[in-house]
């Protein structure tokens, strides 16, 4: 039986002094007024250029990043491991119109490739398919029926950068996941990634895409790739999240008038949440499945489906993934009753993360009973400690 309130064993590589730091941390983050002011305040610093490091990096990137580099994240990868939980290194840095940047993000991208390939302990591979096309492009390309010539040039050069990218996974072996981002951008990444599947996963679940089940239309979506993986004899990498985009997507659907993409509530994003995990698993041999959320309800559903169909908890086709710095009681006790976790752990320097903790804090803020639940666990920890 699942018990997400052992905390002993959520915490277990954390020292008591990271404990008082996490405790800390997530206290700073419940006040929304404290995240409202200081998201401005870091923003306006890191523009001027005034040093921020030395308060950003050991309190809330510590808490939420691996490290500046790959290699500065290595104790954090062994670490993760002492709880048997493995690591995704994710490179973090936002999404750029310059050439020179995307081909710098392309660069480093290989090169986690190449390191997760060294490393068992990296199971999985991961990039934004933002970070490697003109945002504009890929917009025209995801909702116009006449794209111009320039867009599709672009698309061009994103097609080959992705497959960059997939081939050099293809080659060791590893999976390669492609995050999702806003629904205006996902039509031409979609079809991309579903190219690189028919490419590449013809022996076994190399490339997965990201079914956001905020989306109304993503359970379909799903049912619809699965048959076209079927009928072309590949297999499909699936890893599903709710979607952390919710709001922007409803004030734009609502600015241009068109029919906003998100489902009408919280329940039935969670209704085709589970209904998506329970069709992969009851297809699961043409699927490879990853949970990735912060849900305790989501994660025991998939569990208890696992045992149901008779999967063997350490399937490798089948994995649970939190954030790393978040829902370590998740991640830690799916772990000890031999499920495969892995944390996504983000990295890349200081002021090029910034979004990414701004966006952590503000989840964490707006996100219902999130913070209070990790206080409430730190606390329990503590407490067990000290008696
Ligand atoms: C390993 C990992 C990888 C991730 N990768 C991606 C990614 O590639 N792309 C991406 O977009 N996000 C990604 N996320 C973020 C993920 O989408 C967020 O964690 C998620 O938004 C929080 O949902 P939850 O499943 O943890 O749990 P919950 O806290 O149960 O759900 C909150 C979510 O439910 C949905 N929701 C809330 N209210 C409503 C409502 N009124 N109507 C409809 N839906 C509602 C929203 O999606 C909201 O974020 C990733 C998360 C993890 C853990």
Request: net charge negative.
């Amino acid at each position: 039986m699942l018990d997400f309130k052992d905390t002993r064993t959520a915490f277990s590589i954390k020292s008591d002094r990271d404990i008082r730091r996490a405790f800390f941390m997530y206290k700073m983050i419940s006040y929304p007024w404290l995240v409202k002011i200081a998201n401005p305040m870091i923003r306006f610093a890191s523009a001027i250029r005034f040093p921020i490091n030395w308060i950003v990096k050991p309190t809330v990137y510590a808490q939420f990043c691996g490290g500046e580099t790959i290699e500065e994240c290595a104790p954090v990868i062994d670490k993760l491991k002492e709880g048997d939980v493995y690591s995704i290194l994710d490179y973090s840095v936002e999404g750029s119109e310059e050439e020179k940047v995307i081909e710098q993000a392309l660069e480093e991208t290989l090169r986690v490739i190449d390191y997760a390939a060294g490393n068992d302990h990296i199971p999985f591979t991961v990039f934004k398919p933002t970070a490697f096309a003109k945002s504009k492009a890929l917009e025209v390309l995801s909702t116009s029926e006449t794209p111009d010539e320039e867009s599709l040039r672009e698309g061009d050069k994103f097609r080959e950068r992705v497959n960059r990218l997939c081939e050099r996974a293809h080659g060791y072996g590893i999976p390669i996941m492609i995050d999702a981002e806003d629904s205006w951008y996902q039509e031409i990444i979609d079809t991309v990634v579903m190219e690189m599947m028919a490419l590449y996963n013809k022996e076994k679940p190399i490339v997965f895409n990201t079914y956001q089940m905020y989306r109304h239309d993503r359970l379909e979506r799903l049912k619809k790739d699965h048959a076209t993986a079927k009928k072309n004899h590949f297999f499909m990498g699936a890893k599903f999240v709710r979607g952390a985009y919710m709001e922007k997507e409803r004030e734009r659907a609502e600015e241009m008038g068109y029919e906003d993409p998100i489902q009408p509530d919280k329940a039935a994003t969670d209704r085709d949440y589970d209904l998506a995990l329970k069709y992969t698993l009851e297809n699961i041999g043409d699927f490879a499945v990853f949970n990735g959320t912060h849900n305790e309800e989501s994660s025991r559903y998939m569990a208890e489906l696992m045992d149901e169909l008779k999967i063997a908890r350490d399937d490798n086709r089948c994995w649970f993934s939190q954030l790393y710095g978040m829902s370590d009681h998740i991640s830690f006790n799916l772990a000890k009753a031999g499920f495969n976790v892995a944390k996504y752990v983000p990295y890349g320097p200081v002021k090029f993360v910034l979004p990414y903790l701004m966006r952590r804090a503000e989840e964490n803020t707006s996100v219902k009973g999130q913070t209070s639940r990790e206080l409430m666990l730190l606390k329990k920890e503590r407490n067990r400690r000290r008696n």
